[in-house]
């Protein structure tokens, strides 16, 4: 009985060096790392009023907009495609529900199923010039990016005569999509969460997951073994562009106006936040969770220096200089798990 319970404990090290080896492997540690380190430093820099329910506010408000985009913009990448058409579908589509619904004042439920209607068309472009043209997603969604833009500016000046509407959203609406819950935290941090819940059960819990996997993998590989990759890659821009389009729509009516220059500040943040959430570049590796955890950190590090005494002349360079770190951490963790190997006895 005394050498059992003696070979046990002596297996028990192995086996929780094997655990935490696991456990590093996952994609989403090296960021949940990143963002504690980088809360941890604002927290101990920004004073109290960085900790206090007004601090959070200001980086949720921001993480929940960005998080929005950067999880559809995570998938394409997981699936080694790229969309930056993004920055003018926002603006595009809080265009079209501020002209519809402000301009010519009709129903609020028009503009928005038209502006949402909007994002899936340009997704849904996107992903038949990638498929039938075979040129990479970065060069077609670029070229959509300036098509989508000048159409936008053009069709505004034609029927408004201005590059700004205002728009004035009934009750009902103002309270889903562009509301501030508490006076400070708006609505889209739920629809945010939602929206994590729902993407994390494609990628991790359903078929459709490990066909984006594969595509990031080896296109052709997964396109032999029967999955269709027209198929994935045409709806993965698709949800891409309305979930940009969704965006475009809470930001018109959380601020009663829209404006065809706003949105561009989206294509390089949504890709940030992936990136230190850990998804590879080249396709093929990422989490949600990491994702969420990665745009929190970005939206730490954007809001968090105002809560510092740095000179603000120095803003720029301390957070490229934190999110390199946050990206390098992670980095690092992932290089560790991947060429960790037990010790056998």
Request: charged share 5%; aromatic share 10%.
């Amino acid at each position: 009985m005394v050498e059992i319970q003696t070979t046990a404990k002596a297996g028990s090290t192995p086996n929780l060096w094997s655990s935490i080896g696991n456990l590093m492997r996952r994609p989403e540690v090296g960021s949940f790392l990143g963002m504690m380190a980088v809360f941890a430093f604002f927290a101990i820099f920004g004073g109290a009023n960085f900790v206090t329910a007004g601090g959070a506010a200001s980086w949720l408000n921001v993480a929940s907009e960005i998080g929005i985009v950067a999880l559809p913009v995570g998938l394409l990448m997981i699936a080694g495609e790229l969309d930056i058409s993004i920055g003018s579908v926002i603006p595009a589509t809080s265009m079209t529900v501020a002209t519809i619904s402000g301009y010519y004042d009709l129903p609020i439920m028009v503009g928005v199923l038209a502006a949402l209607g909007l994002g899936l068309l340009v997704g849904f472009i996107n992903g038949v010039l990638v498929i039938r043209t075979a040129v990479p997603s970065l060069i077609v969604t670029l070229g959509s990016l300036f098509a989508v833009a000048g159409l936008t500016l053009g069709v505004a000046i034609i029927l408004t005569g201005s590059t700004g509407v205002a728009i004035r959203a009934d009750p009902l609406a103002k309270a889903v999509l562009g509301q501030f819950v508490g006076g400070m935290f708006q609505i889209t941090i739920f629809w945010w969460l939602g929206a994590a819940i729902i993407v994390g059960y494609l990628l991790h819990f359903s078929r459709y997951g490990n066909w984006i996997l594969a595509l990031g993998g080896d296109k052709v590989s997964a396109r032999n073994a029967g999955i269709p990759t027209d198929r994935v890659i045409t709806l993965l821009f698709m949800g891409s562009g309305l979930c940009a389009a969704f965006v475009g729509v809470s930001q018109a009516l959380l601020y009663n106006s829209a404006q065809v220059s706003t949105g561009q500040s989206f294509i390089f943040n949504s890709i940030i936040s992936v990136v230190i959430g850990g998804v590879l570049l080249t396709g093929g590796f990422g989490s949600v969770v990491g994702i969420v955890f990665g745009t929190i950190t970005f939206a730490i590090v954007n809001q968090g220096i105002f809560y510092t005494g740095f000179d603000a002349n120095w803003a720029s360079l301390i957070i490229g200089v934190l999110l390199l770190a946050a990206v390098l951490m992670n980095n690092t963790f992932r290089k560790m798990a991947l060429t960790y190997t037990p010790k056998k006895k």
